[in-house]
């Protein structure tokens, strides 16, 4: 069965600081894709940043990057110069290309302090 | 306009129950979810569709039922509600190579 396993339940830094969110995950297919969702206090679940795991080079958006270790099956989130409104619960998830389903770890939530 | 849609965004409702959360998208994606989300244990599946001939249980299916009505419609119904059905619930669509996109969630009750 595939897994997402996030350990960091709460983080905090300072604004304009980069602070790393970890992820690792399993499963047994070859071909999948991972994501990190944000959802703010409005509960909304936003995309952040997808990685296809056939895609050796990691994905980037903005101030968000991922470093995406395929054999050690990590896929962390990095937010670089942070911002208030980076302040979120942050979900890990990877997508079954099997079934198409979306497995979710428990989140991590960030706080971002002025 | 939002690509998935979910009605009512809160609700208040006793014991015993039956209750239907409705979900509808407009980008004709072809897979279709709910999910449950819940503090400290992220969101798990409930079911899952791929069309309407195509109904999956997930995780934690015990207690919930759902309809696929139309490719863009897709209900998850608690046919007796009890209180440890608590929580937020998202519906979500999305195609094989698209990320999911969710709706804005419903804060269920069972009081």
């Known amino acids: 069965a595939q897994t997402v396993t996030q350990s960091q339940p709460e983080m905090s830094v300072q604004e304009a600081e980069t602070v790393t969110l970890s992820c690792t995950y399993d499963?047994?297919?070859?071909?999948?894709?991972l994501f990190w969702y944000k959802q703010p206090p409005s509960r909304q679940m936003i995309l952040v940043i997808r990685q296809e795991a056939y895609k050796q080079q990691n994905a980037t958006e903005n101030r968000f990057s991922v470093n995406f270790q395929k054999a050690a099956k990590s896929f962390s989130l990095k937010i670089s110069d942070s911002q208030l409104g980076d302040t979120a619960m942050y979900f890990c998830a990877l997508k079954d290309s099997g079934t198409y389903k979306y497995i979710f770890g428990t989140g991590t939530r960030l706080k971002v302090l002025a | 306009d939002a690509d998935v849609t979910q009605t009512p965004r809160n609700r208040i409702t006793k014991t015993g129950k039956r209750i239907m959360l409705e979900c509808s998208q407009t980008k004709g994606h072809d897979r279709m979810y709910w999910y449950r989300q819940d503090p400290g244990l992220g969101l798990r599946l409930i079911y899952y569709s791929f069309d309407v001939k195509d109904i999956n249980k997930g995780e934690i299916s015990d207690g919930y039922s759902v309809s696929r009505q139309a490719q863009a419609k897709f209900s998850l119904s608690l046919e007796s509600a009890i209180p440890n059905q608590t929580a937020l619930y998202f519906c979500?669509?999305?195609?094989?190579?698209?990320?999911?996109?969710f709706g804005q969630g419903t804060r269920l009750t069972v009081v």
């Open positions: 499963t047994s297919e070859n071909n999948y894709y």
């Open positions: 979500a669509a999305g195609n094989p190579n698209t990320e999911a996109f």
